[in-house]
């Protein structure tokens, strides 16, 4: 491409130019082309093809100061041409497709085939139908019309599924549109600087056109692709394109190529776009995604896509897209580890569920046995060929219950509860000012437990204003009078301020009468340009006189400088150049401090050090930011090195040192007050002096006066935790952490240290979690790393809400309150379900079971069971899901990581209440004809109509349900559950409206539901025993939980299912490929490893049982020493056992000596996954003495 002629390429153009009416001088392909070169290449396309930047602007009807004119049909033109900037999403999916995906649920498959068999045998009449003989219960009950409504089971169980199926599709439905709602607003968020018509306008990043002169400076991600057109130190981050992290110099004559979604890590400068959509480079990439046919990978990329970022280094936003757990945890393993409500429940949904089977499964058997047993032992009738259909209509309506059983046992609910809890808060806390990208964080902020605030803008209302300043030899408590300052000073200061800041920070009049002036840009500098309008001087002349474009050379501020200088050409040739920065490490750079008279005057260390006392420290403990303003001349020859940094910022002139307010928010103390209270130690993390920091930590009540904390510098934090070799030790980190609450002057890097710190510490016998808040391009490391990062939506850099989970859209602390609180709320809601689902489970699959086992049919049909898993799975998921949060929430401490899911108390409502269900439901289906003086129910004939008696326990089941939901809302215990209810119209809603429905069922349900309409008796009896529900609730609160010891809890996330995720996520980014297999190896290794310390907990349980004939081996080898002394002593006559075990080696051998008594067993263990493997192994280990077999075994349950 780059060797073509010019004559060549003129004509070429000459041609496109007639193709499109001689718009522009070059094409949509050609700029595209460009783009794709890089470095020097791009440099020599551009001097042969065009000339130079310039000659670009002109070809594309662009001015490099006025930028574009901005009128609509220019606009309009230019989108036609070159695209428009936004990448098309992927569709989402149809309805339809929805549908089919909820039809893919294993239990509604069972259900349809077996329905589609029992339709089918309902329409088959062989010729032997009204053969007698055939069947026990083909008796005379059946009249003829009841026979041909055999169908309508089946025909009602599709439905019922059908019905499921849809409510299932609308959910999924909905929530992927809400999801895209909230992406198109994060879109509209987003916002770039450009000029236009002379004007510097922000406007969203999708109108931005070809042609557009934008602005970029530190911390944005690059919307578009363009030429750099001038501009200081512009550094970038391609890695998200390149891979590469190093940061790469952008000048004019060396590299002008900017591509969209990289990150502006340094300096600022302008560029010209030269390609938008999906023509740039993060444009193609996609486009590329998407025709790799990667369903999968496009729509992660699409969600994440419409954050207007680089798609490179992003987790797919799967949870939002994925209902189903088990989608959840594939795409949880990009985001930090599956989230702890999603562990727990996925736990127990696969020992509900495996319960259920087993039930269901024994419920079949029994019926089918019990039935052939009745039919041809006991009554010895021959199997006839022409009964055979009858014969297996039987065997499928047996196998309908026990598939009904299990619908009934698994709780499809779940995963729907759990994502209308997180949809309906996100919505929610969209009014709180928190902008969630993650559906889970929302969750996980519940179980938060330490936060790491920035101060600047979180905890203050970042409003910069200088309140005191050091001028002329003289400490002014408040503003000085500008009189009393020497005229030379006077223009030094002035300029110094004006010129050594950003252009783009402006103060503008404020908008409303009587409101504070608006501050734009970068707040420290409108600090001090504020500094210079209360001295009565103006800074736009200075800035007028010396533009942008006349600066000699820019060190732009970055966290390493903490100090920013400008290089300015004076008239006579000769440079000056302004400094400003943190006070401690710019004074520590002068040799010179001008005095009252404007006369430069020597300015030794010990005048350092008094200062420092004097002004500084006094400042600091006010709680200001101190900054000192400074500045150098040069000589015009021979010119200095500007490169050498070192020298360059070295022997400068202080002019004065001013101390910035900076308020703390007048709402922060409360909410970090009801942080504490809720068990959430607050830290906070800065980059100001320490003394500053502490003072504003006292006023926030992060600290109070008298009480045992730490208070460090970053260096000093560094020395702290960092062994001889200067690597740092997590045992010296656990030293510190638990007692720090600031670091100051402290370095992203610090902040990542530090919150990884405290994430992998096992001080604790939780596992911390830890949120963190960030604005800056330096926060996207401890961002990521943290469980939940919060950026800052007003002052973050597009790369920090890219690294973010939560987004502040009003940069407040208060709001991460109102987070913790939803977080929390999700979690209970949860729980509130689980509460009301179970009891529902128990009772019902024990009904079904005994029912069947007794009466050979189960007294809740499948239509009614079907019918009562919609209530109790969607409608109550709903219902209970979307219970408003409450400041008692925050009265409690978290519940931490392996906290199980069901609670004592919420294990003792469930048994208790299934108590009083149970009872009633038999006594109803054994004496209930008795009691309510009509025919018994009991072992119908094959297609009889339904019953009355029937129809009593079905309906005392539903109204006992519907009562039991309103028990379900408190899980604590707590006496009064209609608290709050008003509250929650959903909630009442959803209560009614199930009730109305049932009552239609039960008085016009007929055959499909096996409902006989009932009297008013009947009902006012079915609504009596439904209310005892809450008297008999009040009754079990009144028993103490901590009586019931037996109770266990479920649910409960160990330790130890969590190594292995915490491995795997570690740095899945950094491994590559052989790295990660070794690690799997791992992994495995340690899931074996694991699992054989479970059991061999569980072995030495019984270990005293075990030998009692035998006297105890006085040796155990532990997996350390067999790896480690592989001659085992075979001589040995007892049988010895090598049993894993997880002590280290030293208290091993002290275990030699004195062979420890059973430890207990473990209490967090379930058993259920080790049980199998339990058996095998000891009776190997046992048994053998060989040095073989300890490995062998091991290998088994691997």
């Not at 400068?269 to 740039?280: D, E, Q």
């Not at 709180?432 to 990208?437: A, E, G, Q, T």
């Not at 009468?513 to 001295?535: M, S, W």
């Not at 002349?541 to 010396?546: D, S």
Request: a negative charge; one cysteine or more; proline letters at 5%.
């Amino acid at each position: 491409m780059g060797d073509m002629t010019n004559s060549d390429f003129y004509s070429k153009n000459q041609r496109n130019e007639s193709s499109h009416g001689g718009e522009f001088g070059c094409t949509m392909e050609e700029l595209r082309s460009l783009m794709e070169l890089r470095g020097t290449e791009a440099v020599v396309k551009i001097k042969e093809t065009y000339g130079d930047t310039d000659a670009i602007c002109r070809r594309l009807k662009t001015s490099p100061v006025e930028g574009l004119p901005g009128t609509a049909p220019d606009l309009e033109k230019r989108k036609q041409i070159f695209g428009q900037n936004f990448i098309p999403p992927k569709k989402p999916k149809t309805f339809l497709q929805l549908v089919w995906e909820a039809l893919q649920d294993v239990t509604l498959i069972i259900l349809e085939i077996a329905a589609i068999i029992s339709l089918g045998l309902s329409f088959y009449h062989p010729p032997g139908e009204s053969n007698e003989g055939c069947a026990t219960a083909q008796g005379g009950a059946e009249d003829e019309g009841e026979a041909e409504a055999g169908w309508i089971e089946g025909a009602a169980i599709l439905l019922s599924v059908i019905c499921v199926v849809l409510v299932t599709a609308f959910n999924d439905w909905s929530k992927e549109k809400q999801f895209r709602g909230l992406q198109s607003r994060i879109e509209q968020e987003q916002k770039f600087t450009v000029v236009r018509a002379g004007q510097v306008v922000q406007i969203p990043v999708a109108e931005i056109v070809v042609g557009d002169i934008a602005q970029v400076k530190y911390g944005d991600l690059l919307p578009a692709d363009g030429l750099f057109i001038q501009g200081n130190d512009l550094k970038i981050d391609e890695s998200s394109l390149t891979g590469e992290s190093d940061q790469v110099r952008k000048s004019v004559d060396k590299d002008p190529m900017l591509l969209s979604g990289t990150h502006v890590m340094e300096g600022s400068g302008r560029m010209v776009v030269t390609a938008v959509g999906v023509n740039s480079q993060t444009g193609i990439i996609f486009t590329l995604l998407g025709a790799g046919g990667e369903e999968e990978e496009k729509k992660d990329k699409k969600a994440k896509q419409q954050d207007g970022a680089a798609a490179m280094e992003m987790q797919p936003l799967k949870s939002a897209e994925g209902g189903d757990a088990d989608d959840k945890k594939k795409a949880n393993m990009h985001k930090k580890e599956k989230s702890v409500l999603q562990g727990k429940l996925t736990k127990l949904a696969v020992q509900i569920g495996k319960a259920g089977l087993v039930m269901s499964a024994i419920t079949v058997i029994i019926l089918v046995l019990y039935f052939t047993v009745d039919t041809f032992v006991v009554n010895k009738k021959p199997w006839l060929p022409e009964c055979t259909p009858v014969y297996v209509q039987y065997f499928v309506k047996f196998f309908i219950i026990g598939v009904t059983v299990l619908v009934v046992a698994v709780p499809e609910g779940l995963p729907l509860a759990v994502t209308i809890s997180l949809a309906y808060s996100v919505k929610k806390m969209m009014k709180d000012n928190n902008l969630v990208r993650h559906l889970d964080a929302c969750e996980t902020m519940g179980n938060a437990t330490a936060i790491c605030s920035d101060k600047t803008g979180t905890l203050t209302t970042n409003r910069m204003t200088v309140v005191q300043a050091y001028v002329g030899d003289i400490h002014y408590k408040e503003i000085p009078d500008p009189s009393s300052i020497n005229a030379k000073t006077m223009e030094l200061l002035v300029h110094a301020i004006a010129i050594n800041s950003a252009y783009t920070t402006k103060i503008l009049p404020p908008e409303k009468e009587g409101a504070l002036p608006r501050q734009v840009g970068n707040k420290t500098e409108c600090g001090l340009l504020g500094f210079v309008l209360d001295l009565k001087q103006d800074y736009e002349p200075v800035r007028a006189q010396m533009p942008e474009e006349k600066l000699y050379k820019v060190y732009t501020f970055n966290s390493v400088r903490k100090s920013m200088s400008t290089v300015i050409k004076r008239p006579d040739e000769s440079f000056r150049m302004y400094s400003k920065g943190a006070s401690e490490i710019v004074l520590k750079k002068c040799c010179k401090i001008l005095n009252g008279a404007g006369e430069p005057r020597v300015f030794r260390p010990r005048d350092r050090d008094e200062m420092v006392k004097k002004v500084i420290e006094p400042m600091a403990c006010d709680g200001l930011r101190t900054i000192c303003v400074a500045y150098r001349d040069f000589p015009s020859s021979p010119e200095p090195d500007w490169d050498n940094e070192n020298d360059i910022l070295n022997e400068l002139t202080c002019i004065c040192v001013v101390g910035i307010e900076d308020p703390v928010r007048p709402e922060v103390p409360e909410a970090i007050r009801k942080c504490q209270r809720a068990g959430i130690t607050v830290r906070m993390v800065t980059g100001d002096n320490i003394n500053t920091a502490r003072a504003i930590a006292i006023k926030c009540g992060i600290i109070h006066p008298g009480e045992d904390f730490l208070c460090l510098e970053g260096k000093e934090f560094n020395r702290r935790i960092r062994n001889e070799k200067g690597e740092i030790e997590q045992e010296r980190i656990d030293k510190i952490w638990p007692k720090l609450r600031v670091l100051a002057r402290s370095s992203p890097t610090d902040k990542h240290t530090l919150v990884k710190g405290i994430i992998d510490s096992t001080h604790t016998e939780q596992r911390q979690v830890v949120a963190v808040t960030g604005d800056g391009t330096n926060d996207g490391p401890a961002l990521k790393k943290a469980d939940v990062g919060f950026a800052m939506g007003i002052a973050g850099t597009d790369v920090a809400k890219e690294a973010s989970d939560i987004i502040l859209t009003d940069d407040n602390f208060s709001s991460i309150v109102k987070a913790v609180m939803w977080g929390r709320n999700v979690y209970d809601s949860i729980s509130k379900f689980l509460q009301f689902q179970l009891t529902v489970n128990v009772v019902a699959v024990i009904v079904a079971f005994t029912g069947a086992c007794i009466t050979q049919d189960s007294p809740l049909k499948a239509v009614q069971m079907l019918w009562v898993n919609l209530i109790m799975d969607t409608f109550a998921s709903l219902a209970l899901a979307t219970e408003p949060p409450t400041e008692t929430l925050l009265l409690r401490k978290p519940y931490g990581r392996n906290k199980p899911l069901i609670s004592r108390t919420m294990m003792k409502n469930i048994l208790g209440h299934a108590v009083y269900q149970l009872t009633l439901i038999f006594t109803l289906l054994f004496v209930g004809e008795k009691m309510f003086q009509i025919d018994s129910g009991r072992n119908a004939p094959l297609h009889s109509p339904p019953s009355e008696h029937y129809t009593i326990i079905f309906n005392t089941f539903v109204m006992m349900q519907l009562f039991n939901e309103i028990n379900a809302r408190k899980i604590h215990g707590e006496r009064n559950v209609f608290d709050g209810i008003f509250r929650n119209p959903i909630f009442c809603t959803i209560v009614l409206g199930t009730f109305a429905i049932q009552i239609v069922i039960v008085q016009f349900g007929g055959k499909p539901f096996s409902c006989s309409p009932l009297q008013l008796d009947q009902w006012m009896w079915c609504i009596f025993i439904g209310l005892g529900e809450l008297v008999w609730g009040q009754v079990i609160a009144t028993i103490p939980t901590s009586r019931l010891k037996f109770l266990k809890e479920a649910g409960r996330l160990t330790q130890k299912e969590e190594i292995p995720e915490e491995e795997l996520n570690e740095d899945v980014e950094e491994i590559d490929h052989a790295e990660r297999e070794l690690r799997r190896g791992q992994i495995l290794w340690f899931r074996g490893l694991n699992r054989i310390q479970t059991q061999i907990r569980v072995v030495k349980a019984f270990r005293s049982s075990l030998y009692e004939g035998l006297e105890k081996p006085e040796s155990r080898t532990s997996i350390h020493n067999f790896m480690a002394h592989p001659e085992f002593r075979i001589e040995d006559s007892q049988p010895h056992i090598p049993l894993i075990d997880d002590t280290d080696l030293e208290e091993d051998a002290a275990l030699k000596q004195n062979s420890s008594p059973p430890s207990s067993l473990n209490k967090n263990n379930s058993a259920i996954d080790s049980g199998i493997n339990l058996t095998t192994d000891t009776s190997k280990s046992a048994t053998s003495s060989s040095p073989g077999s300890p490995i062998h075994s091991l290998e088994t349950s691997l």
